[in-house]
């Protein structure tokens, strides 16, 4: 089993960044691909960005696309996200998850989930 924790969430200007962590437990977390996905009230949760088991392999939607970048320390059981030009359209809750397939965009396919953390983006 994984237990994921986001943080790193917090209010942000349009135009500026932010650091988004998430710690995993357990020691098969290489054996996992990992994915960020977003969610606002009222709708279901989008996704972000995937990273496969070694880190070489990313994949973004097409809305971060040039702004977001996902990657992961093995040594560390972290996978990060960080987010630069930031718009107020980036506000969401946003949750890691982690996957035993790769690429998956679909929340189907995730085996487990962290609790969210929230950004705000103002304009």
């Known amino acids: 089993q994984v237990q994921l924790v986001e943080s790193g969430g917090g209010l942000a200007q349009a135009g500026g960044s932010l650091r988004l962590s998430c710690a995993a437990s357990g020691r098969t977390f290489s054996s996992y691909a990992m994915g960020w996905f977003r969610q606002v009230p009222g709708k279901g949760r989008e996704f972000v960005a995937a990273?496969?088991?070694?880190?070489?392999?990313?994949h973004y939607a097409d809305s971060v696309k040039g702004r977001f970048t996902i990657s992961r320390d093995n040594a560390k059981n972290t996978v990060y996200l960080q987010m630069n030009s930031l718009k107020p359209e980036d506000t969401a809750v946003y949750y890691c998850?982690?996957?035993?397939?790769?690429?998956?965009?679909?929340?189907?396919?995730?085996?487990?989930w962290g609790q969210g953390t929230q950004v705000t983006v103002s304009s």
């Open positions: 990273i496969n088991w070694s880190g070489d392999s990313t």
């Open positions: 998850a982690a996957v035993r397939v790769y690429p998956a965009v679909h929340t189907a396919g995730y085996d487990y």
